[in-house]
C-alpha cells in the first residue's frame, strides 16, 4: 500500500524558513513521479515543486522559484520541501502526493499539473507576524 505522510508544517513569520518532510512506504522513490502542492483557504490548488517519475528531475513553479526547493533521500524514503523568505500569502495546507510515470510527466511541469493518484493528509503552514 501506498502511503505518504507529511511533516514540518507550523507557525513562521514572514521571511522565516521551514522544511516540509514527506515520508512515503509502499513505492520506491526512484519509480514514481512525485511532488508538493499547496491549496489555500477558498483556492485552488496549486504545484509547487515536482519530480518527474522518469529521471528525477526536478521542476519549480514560477510563484516559489528562488525560494522553495524539492529534494528527496532515498535511504529515508523521504521526500523534502525547503520553503525560504516565507510570505504571507505561502499559508496553506501543503500536501504531498505520488504516482506512477506518465506521459504528462514528459512536459516540463507537468507533473505538477496533473492528477496524482495517491495523496498525503497534509500539513498547515501559517506565515503570520
Known amino acids: 500500500q501506498v502511503h505518504l505522510v507529511e511533516s514540518g508544517g507550523g507557525l513562521v513569520r514572514p521571511g522565516g524558513s521551514l522544511r516540509l518532510a514527506c515520508a512515503i512506504s509502499g513505492f520506491n522513490l526512484d519509480d514514481y513521479a512525485i511532488g508538493w502542492f499547496r491549496q489555500a483557504p477558498g483556492g485552488e490548488r496549486e504545484g509547487l515543486a515536482c519530480?518527474?517519475?522518469?529521471?528525477?528531475?526536478?521542476y519549480i513553479a514560477s510563484t516559489v522559484e528562488g525560494r522553495f526547493t524539492i529534494s528527496r533521500d532515498n535511504d529515508e524514503d523521504t521526500v523534502y520541501l525547503q520553503m525560504d523568505r516565507l510570505k504571507v500569502a505561502d499559508k496553506a495546507v501543503y500536501y504531498c502526493?505520488?504516482?506512477?510515470?506518465?506521459?504528462?510527466?514528459?512536459?516540463?511541469?507537468?507533473?505538477?499539473?496533473?492528477?496524482?493518484?495517491?495523496w498525503g493528509r497534509g500539513t498547515l503552514v501559517t506565515v503570520s507576524s
Open positions: 519530480l518527474r517519475g522518469v529521471d528525477g528531475s526536478a
Open positions: 502526493a505520488a504516482d506512477r510515470p506518465n506521459p504528462s510527466d514528459r512536459a516540463h511541469g507537468g507533473t505538477c499539473r496533473r492528477a496524482m493518484a495517491y
